[in-house]
């Protein structure tokens, strides 16, 4: 949690330097910046929020979840934190957001495309209108991210940081959760081509993509369920969200384009990608 002094740190601004000549993302101070968290009400989101303020950011933390949301941004401390309730899957909610934290804190630096959803059945059964809904928050809320933001930071000229939230489902499938592995992968090549396509431009824009493993958080929940994650006694496998959100600022500062929350499942990673490359299949997969 923050610490309680953070409220009355004074909000400073960042010197930016407006300029065609950069080459790489040099996000090395965070301090004085502003970042933009999508589906900041809860878990993952609000960890990094957390996280950022910390680092001496302004937050904008967005959400579908009005009431989670106001008490994110009284804890965050109103004078560095705006809430903005906003729909990712809804493109001009996500011009909207980005207007208004322009108007509240000017050019944006950093954007976290962190907001998701899950649905449980199989590929054959699941209905058609939650692959629709998966789909449409978990990999088009990221495109509306980036291609809002993107836009808005090449056209600043200055740095910028895109951190796109996938999931280990973006490199090892999981069965059960069909459109949740379809978007995250669909995440994984979107944030791919984006930072290819970036350094072609020569832009002074990074990349992280960020796959955690299991973190205590309300994925699967309705809004309206009053349960909040226990995260007082973790699993073994089971990391905070806060714990999270600083490992993404330590990415962003050094501009690593992978982030693995659970490093040890990396592993996993290498079989899945070994099967393919060795054209095989492997049993119970
Ligand atoms: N918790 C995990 O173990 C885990 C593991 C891997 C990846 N992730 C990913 O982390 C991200 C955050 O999930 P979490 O686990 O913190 O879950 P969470 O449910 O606690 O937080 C997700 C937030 O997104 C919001 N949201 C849902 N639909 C939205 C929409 N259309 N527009 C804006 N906001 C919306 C929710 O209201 C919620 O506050 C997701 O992308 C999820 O897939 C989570």
Redesign the pocket.
Known sequence: MLPSSLKELPVQRVERTPTSFWHTADMQQLSGRVGVV????????LGIAHAFANAGMSVVV????EA?LARAVEALGPDRAMGVV????DSDAVEALADQAQERFGAIDVVCN?????RGGTVWELPLSDWDAVLR??LM?VLHGVRTFVRRMLAAGTEGYVVN?????AVVPVAGIGP?NVA?HGVLALSDTLAMELRAASAPIGVTLVM????????G?P?ESPDE?ERTALDPDELD?DAVGEMVVDAVLHDRPYLFTHPERIAEVQRRFARITEQRSEPGF
């Not at 999508?38 to 989101?45: C, D, F, K, L, N």
């Open positions: 999508t589906g900041a009400a809860s878990g993952i989101g967005s959400d579908v979840d989670r906003c729909d990712v899957a962190n907001a998701g959803i899950i928050v978990n809320g939230v996938a999931s280990m489902a949740y995250k955690p493993g299991r973190v205590p958080s309300r994925l929940r809004i994650p969200s």
